[in-house]
């Protein structure tokens, strides 16, 4: 909560202009409708308030694709080597 409340503040006018979707494995969103937070977080999450902030679970990256696109990206790197090498 801490970071969006610091790029809430550094990149403001981005911020104020689109919608900002929050992908998280963390319950943001209850943290901030909490009103019996203590501290700074009610002042922060006050703040945040004002931003069209839209909150998503982080989903996974299929290891598949991972291998796919190393895969991919390696058989360049190997067969320019071996143009180097003859």
């Known amino acids: 909560m801490?970071?969006?409340?610091?790029?809430?503040?550094?990149?403001?006018?981005?911020?104020?202009?689109?919608?900002i979707i929050v992908l998280t494995e963390h319950p943001l969103r209850s943290?901030?409708?909490?009103?019996?937070?203590?501290?700074?977080?009610?002042?922060w999450a006050s703040e945040l308030r004002s931003y069209e902030l839209k909150y998503e679970p982080r989903t996974t990256i299929k290891v598949q694709?991972?291998?796919?696109?190393?895969?991919?990206?390696?058989?360049?790197?190997i067969d320019h080597a071996d143009q180097l090498e003859g």
């Open 31 to 43: 943290v901030m409708e909490n009103s019996k937070a203590i501290g700074t977080l009610p002042k």
């Open 65 to 77: 694709v991972i291998a796919d696109f190393i895969v991919d990206f390696t058989s360049g790197v």
């Open 2 to 19: 801490l970071a969006l409340f610091i790029i809430s503040r550094k990149l403001k006018h981005y911020i104020q202009t689109f919608l």
